[in-house]
Structures are given as C-alpha cells and as structure tokens.
C-alpha cells in the first residue's frame, strides 16, 4: 500500500529526473529500499529525511510531517489522517 511519504518521494524524484539507483547511491542505502519506501513497504529512518529533502530539493519539514503521518497511520490503521491534503477520512474492515 503506497503511503503518502512514499509517494511525494516519487513524485520528487522523477521531476529531479534522478533514477532510484542515483537516489539511493547520494543516501548510501540499497536502491531496493528506496524502492520499497516509495512502495510504502518500508520506512526511511528519520534521521534521513533532512538530507533526502535536500537532495531532492524538497522542504524538510514537509517530508517529515508526511513520514510522520505514515507512521501515525500505520498505528491506527482504522482511522486515517491526510496530512498533505489535510482530510481526515476512515477505513473500514470487510466483515466475513
């Protein structure tokens, strides 16, 4: 499930036209990270988000307000919080 950090990531680094393995190479992690955090299967550390802002040319305190969020997300996984849009909405399970 993509996450709103994973996707203002991707959104970034194709309009810097940087390929995931540039990226990945100026934050020395593996380019399957990279991959899998703008899938939203894995978080970056937080301590991260400042330079990826710069590399990316992005305000850190956006980037970090969308991590931020993710993670509050994935703690409460009923009740979901746009930060970006700023919209609150729900999920719901499916019932058997």
């Known amino acids: 499930m993509a996450t709103q950090f994973g996707e ?3 959104e970034l680094r194709t309009k810097q036209n940087l390929l995931l393995r540039q990226l ?3 934050l020395d992690v593996d380019t399957s990270i990279i991959s ?3 899938r939203g299967d894995r978080q970056l550390k937080k301590e991260q988000i400042p330079l990826l802002a710069q590399i990316l ?6 980037l970090q ?3 931020l969020a993710d993670q ?3 703690s ?7 930060f970006h ?5 729900d999920t719901y399970l499916y019932r058997y």
Do not use: C, G, H, M
Request: aromatic letters at 16%.
């Open 8 to 10: 203002r990531i991707r």
């Open 24 to 26: 990945a190479s100026q």
């Open 36 to 38: 899998k955090v703008e």
């Open 57 to 62: 040319k992005a305000d850190v305190e956006e």
């Open 65 to 67: 307000t969308l991590w």
């Open 72 to 74: 509050l997300n994935s």
């Open 76 to 82: 409460f996984p009923f009740r979901r919080y746009d």
């Open 85 to 89: 849009q700023r919209k609150r909405w």
